[in-house]
């Protein structure tokens, strides 16, 4: 695909928000999501479990409504709108996209760890194959420095990837580091250019502006903030914001204010904020999976959760790398000054 011009809008709150509600979405609630997104002319709405096809397990969370059944719900009810599914091998399969493709999705996103496109190559040509506009997700984007992260994206390109993202998944990243990421994407690739940022640092729009600028054309929003950690990039802000700086998205700025408002702010649990675990998670450059896990840790070993989870980022544990966090909780309290009595 040739590189294209103007901003097209990945709507991921029906994905990403997932995890901000425990995985409880319910058919009527996709349903009612989806039309809205619709009528307001958002190309891409995203739509699986928080951690994609297959997700619903005991170790990510278990769904509350089967994930087909979502995507088909969305699929009914939008005829501008198409629907995009992610898939982390390793937890989606092959059979998984199938499915989805049959009920009608018109987009894979195929994550994979930043220094792990090679795992991708199966899905990402399944999904060419079967039609669907496919995108490389490279997670995680600030644990590799930015000749590794173009080769991995130069992977993802060769295995037909359409679009290739620079995923800022702890909202860890800071807008010189976006920029110089994107800048070397824009150079080296001939495909489209992605951002997907968290908003844990406070810099979700900073980081997706310094994105843009710098030449890429597709853009993450969760609308409300409803994605993990503090969110994503606010998308009823982002149309606007760009609005005003004459980018057009084709989005339709009022009704974005509105589904958020009147649709998006009752389903959340409680207002997403920056708070102390959603800023300490973007400090310490992990994943959001790790915070659960690290408190745990920390009443069992009498250890601060944040010191363990900066522990991880130094130690750039990822991902699959869970059991590590009892170990440093162990470490960390061996080494534990003992105050003076």
């Not at 989805?100 to 792990?116: F, N, S, Y």
């Amino acid at each position: 695909m040739a590189n294209e011009t103007g901003i097209k809008i990945t709507e991921v709150a029906l994905r990403d928000g997932s995890h901000a509600i425990s995985h409880q979405y319910t058919v009527d609630q996709v349903t009612s999501v989806a039309k809205v997104l619709n009528e307001a002319r958002v190309p891409y709405i995203e739509v699986t479990h928080g951690d994609g096809l297959g997700g619903s397990s005991l170790q990510y969370g278990l769904s509350k409504t089967d994930e087909l059944k979502l995507i088909e719900a969305a699929v009914s009810v939008t005829d501008f709108s198409k629907i995009a599914v992610l898939l982390l091998p390793g937890i989606g399969t092959i059979h998984d996209l199938k499915k989805a493709a049959d009920l009608g999705a018109k987009m894979a996103r195929i994550a994979t760890h930043v220094t792990e496109a090679d795992v991708s190559k199966q899905h990402i040509e399944t999904a060419k194959e079967l039609g669907l506009e496919t995108v490389g997700f490279l997670m995680m984007s600030h644990m590799a420095p930015v000749d590794k992260l173009v080769e991995q994206a130069k992977l993802m390109e060769s295995y037909g990837a359409d679009t290739v993202y620079v995923v800022d998944s702890a909202g860890a990243l800071l807008p010189h580091e976006v920029k110089e990421r994107i800048k070397a994407l824009r150079q080296e690739l001939k495909v489209n250019i992605g951002f997907h940022g968290h908003n844990n640092l406070s810099l979700a729009m900073g980081n997706t502006l310094a994105a843009i600028e710098e030449g890429a054309t597709r853009i993450d929003g969760s609308i409300r903030c409803l994605g993990a950690g503090a969110g994503n990039t606010q998308t009823e802000v982002l149309v606007a914001v760009l609005e005003k700086m004459g980018i057009p998205t084709g989005v339709d700025t009022y009704k974005m204010m509105d589904i958020a408002e009147d649709i998006i702010a009752p389903i959340l649990p409680k207002p997403q904020e920056i708070n102390r675990d959603s800023l300490t998670l973007g400090y310490a450059g992990v994943y959001s999976s790790f915070l659960l896990h690290s408190k745990r840790a920390s009443e069992k070993f009498s250890v601060d959760s944040r010191d363990i989870l900066v522990e991880l980022g130094k130690r750039e544990i990822v991902g699959g790398q869970e059991d590590m966090i009892t170990d440093v909780a162990a470490e960390l309290s061996k080494t534990a000054v003992t105050p003076a009595k």
